[in-house]
């Protein structure tokens, strides 16, 4: 490496946040830009390691072992960085992940739980690094449309925008297919779009990457709903291949009492709603679930939730609660029961959360709780939430449960119950109507690294075929597949 004492010479440092006084009146980043050399210095801690733990990751292990899914080359691009070659440092990147302002900006960074600089101090800022390389390279000019010089005659439709339809899409079409992408919504992106919030991911970031992708030759038919609008025998018959990258989107719901009052909504209701008028009318048409003067109660601990937080706050929301069923993490990783290179289970502070804190005053998650019941008023709206808090103790069958604390009752005032408590698997009807079979979970069966499911020529890709997981894992299985798919309709394939 080119300063082979960076890691003992500098700290870890990140770019600053805005005041959240500032970053609750707007929809825009929470970060401030970091200046190039402070970068370029942070670059310089990446360790001459010898194995580069960060850079690879296994789906069989995951989300256990952490590491990057895409194998992001990522000791060779920050040495290019601290020596000032950006534009070779781009290149790099893309080489292996086609969307890193995407995954620089929203993926949780298994690299950093997998940085061996980690094992005792703190991790090499790898997430602020590869957000930084492709901002510098789109603000250089260097990030352009890539049209493939030949085509191969072959058609292959994608369902779904999110990450891995369009990892999936921009591969094939590399590889000279021509390629279809149907997406439901209005828009591109799927959870990219809709699912994140601007300030997390600004739409206009987004977009950009579309367009370039559709100047590509990539065709986006927005506002069809594939099982509905077409269906699938017909795509079946007009494309050479097809590719389900339809994301996990059944909720997992809350069973009690109340569930049904209005003013309870699940986490993507409220943020999709969001997040659509805000790009329609800038929250001018109403279309949205307002927090403004109410008291929010969110029932689950995860970004999902978080994100419920932030976008309450940002809303003027009177108070904001977030209850999690399970303990509190630890403050650090704790060694003996999750050792490195295991993604490090401890607490996090996340933009919400510190929002929550400078403008309530405390942190707004209650750890070991559960609800029993949503009240109503008179008029069948939301009033309070009942909750009780809870110990986990194994059952007769070895099984950990939840055990009510007696006494422990409360009552929460609420307006607003939104259940941001992940998601079960895909929809169906689709994987019906293509008669794919589907495990117990509900997932499409198609093992991974082949992506090929029951079905001649129809392939699987992301959430709907793995489950519930991070962008990096829904990049990678799209690049994965579209190598099988590049194979299957040429026999063999040069994508990596």
């Given at each position: 490496?080119?300063?082979?004492?960076?890691?003992?010479?500098?700290?870890?440092?990140?770019?600053?946040?805005?005041?959240?006084g500032?970053?609750?009146?707007?929809?825009?980043?929470?970060?401030?830009?970091?200046?190039?050399?402070?970068?370029?210095?942070?670059?310089?801690?990446?360790m001459?390691?010898?194995?580069?733990?960060?850079?690879?990751?296994?789906?069989?292990?995951?989300?256990?072992?952490?590491?990057c899914?895409?194998?992001?080359?990522?000791?060779?691009?920050?040495?290019?960085?601290?020596?000032?070659?950006?534009?070779?440092?781009?290149?790099?990147?893309?080489?292996t992940?086609?969307?890193?302002?995407?995954?620089?900006?929203?993926?949780?960074?298994?690299?950093?739980?997998?940085?061996v600089?980690g094992?005792?101090?703190?991790?090499v800022?790898?997430?602020?690094?590869?957000?930084?390389?492709?901002?510098h390279?789109?603000?250089?000019?260097?990030?352009?449309?890539?049209?493939?010089?030949?085509?191969t005659?072959?058609?292959?439709?994608?369902?779904?925008?999110?990450?891995?339809?369009?990892?999936?899409?921009?591969?094939l079409?590399?590889?000279?297919?021509?390629?279809?992408?149907?997406?439901?919504?209005?828009?591109?992106?799927?959870?990219?779009?809709?699912?994140?919030?601007?300030?997390?991911?600004?739409?206009?970031?987004?977009?950009?990457?579309?367009?370039?992708?559709?100047?590509?030759?990539?065709?986006?038919?927005?506002?069809?709903?594939?099982?509905?609008?077409?269906?699938?025998?017909?795509?079946?018959?007009?494309?050479d291949?097809?590719?389900?990258?339809?994301?996990?989107?059944?909720?997992?719901d809350?069973?009690?009492?109340?569930?049904?009052?209005?003013?309870?909504?699940?986490?993507m209701?409220?943020?999709?709603?969001?997040?659509?008028?805000?790009?329609?009318?800038?929250?001018?048409?109403?279309?949205?679930?307002?927090a403004?003067?109410?008291?929010?109660v969110?029932?689950?601990?995860?970004?999902?939730g978080?994100?419920?937080?932030g976008?309450s706050?940002?809303?003027?929301?009177?108070?904001?609660v977030?209850?999690?069923?399970?303990?509190?993490?630890?403050?650090?990783?704790?060694?003996?029961?999750?050792?490195?290179?295991?993604?490090?289970?401890?607490?996090l502070?996340?933009?919400g959360?510190k929002?929550?804190?400078?403008?309530?005053?405390?942190?707004?998650?209650?750890?070991?709780?559960?609800?029993?019941?949503?009240?109503?008023?008179?008029?069948g709206?939301?009033?309070?939430?009942?909750?009780?808090?809870?110990?986990?103790?194994?059952n007769?069958?070895?099984?950990?449960?939840?055990?009510?604390?007696?006494?422990?009752?409360?009552?929460?005032?609420?307006d607003?119950?939104?259940?941001?408590?992940?998601?079960?698997?895909?929809?169906?009807?689709?994987?019906?109507?293509?008669?794919?079979?589907?495990?117990?979970?509900s997932?499409?069966?198609?093992?991974?690294?082949?992506?090929?499911?029951?079905?001649?020529?129809?392939?699987?890709?992301?959430?709907?075929?793995?489950?519930?997981?991070?962008?990096?894992?829904?990049?990678?299985?799209?690049r994965?597949?579209?190598?099988?798919?590049?194979?299957?309709?040429?026999?063999s394939?040069?994508?990596?």
């Open positions: 490496m080119g300063n082979p004492t960076g890691f003992i010479n500098l700290g870890r440092a990140l770019p600053t946040e805005r005041h959240a500032e970053r609750l009146i707007d929809w825009l980043e929470v970060y401030d830009d970091m200046p190039k050399a402070e970068v370029e210095q942070q670059a310089s801690r990446c001459d390691c010898g194995v580069p733990f960060c850079q690879s990751a296994k789906s069989e292990f995951a989300p256990v072992v952490a590491g899914p895409v194998n992001n080359v990522i000791p060779e691009w920050n040495d290019l960085i601290y020596r000032g070659r950006w534009q070779d440092a781009v290149e790099l990147l893309h080489k992940n086609n969307f890193p302002e995407f995954t620089g900006r929203v993926c949780p960074a298994p690299c950093e739980g997998a940085c600089l094992i005792n101090a703190d991790p800022a790898i997430k602020l690094h590869e957000k930084e390389i492709i901002d390279a789109f603000a250089e000019g260097w990030v352009t449309a890539q049209v493939p010089s030949a085509r005659g072959k058609n292959v439709a994608v369902i779904g925008s999110g990450p891995a339809g369009l990892a999936t899409a921009a591969q079409n590399k590889a000279g297919h021509m390629v279809t992408v149907y997406e439901r919504a209005d828009r591109i992106g799927g959870l990219l779009m809709y699912g994140i919030p601007n300030m997390k991911l600004q739409k206009e970031l987004v977009q950009r990457r579309v367009d370039i992708l559709a100047e590509e030759g990539i065709v986006f038919v927005t506002n069809t709903e594939v099982g509905k609008d077409i269906n699938a025998e017909q795509l079946e018959s007009d494309f291949a097809v590719v389900l990258c339809i994301g996990a989107t059944v909720p997992r809350l069973q009690v009492e109340g569930r049904e009052l209005n003013g309870v909504h699940f986490a209701e409220f943020l999709s709603a969001n997040t659509k008028s805000l790009l329609d009318s800038e929250h001018k048409d109403g279309k949205f679930i307002n403004q003067g109410k008291n929010v969110v029932i689950g601990g995860g970004d999902t978080t994100d419920c937080i976008t706050l940002r809303h003027q929301c009177k108070s904001t977030q209850l999690e069923i399970m303990p509190r993490p630890p403050e650090k990783r704790e060694e003996k029961n999750n050792p490195w290179p295991q993604w490090p289970k401890r607490l502070v996340d933009y959360q929002e929550a804190i400078e403008i309530q005053g405390q942190d707004p998650r209650q750890y070991l709780v559960m609800t029993k019941k949503i009240e109503s008023d008179e008029h709206n939301v009033k309070a939430v009942h909750t009780v808090d809870i110990t986990w103790q194994r007769d069958k070895g099984q950990m449960m939840p055990q009510e604390v007696a006494g422990s009752e409360k009552v929460l005032a609420a607003i119950v939104l259940i941001a408590m992940g998601f079960i698997g895909p929809e169906g009807g689709l994987i019906e109507q293509f008669g794919l079979e589907q495990d117990n979970r997932n499409i069966v198609a093992e991974y690294d082949k992506f090929t499911t029951s079905k001649e020529g129809v392939f699987a890709a992301g959430d709907g075929r793995r489950g519930q997981s991070l962008i990096v894992w829904a990049i990678d299985e799209g994965r597949c579209a190598r099988e798919v590049d194979s299957y309709l040429m026999g394939s040069y994508l990596p």
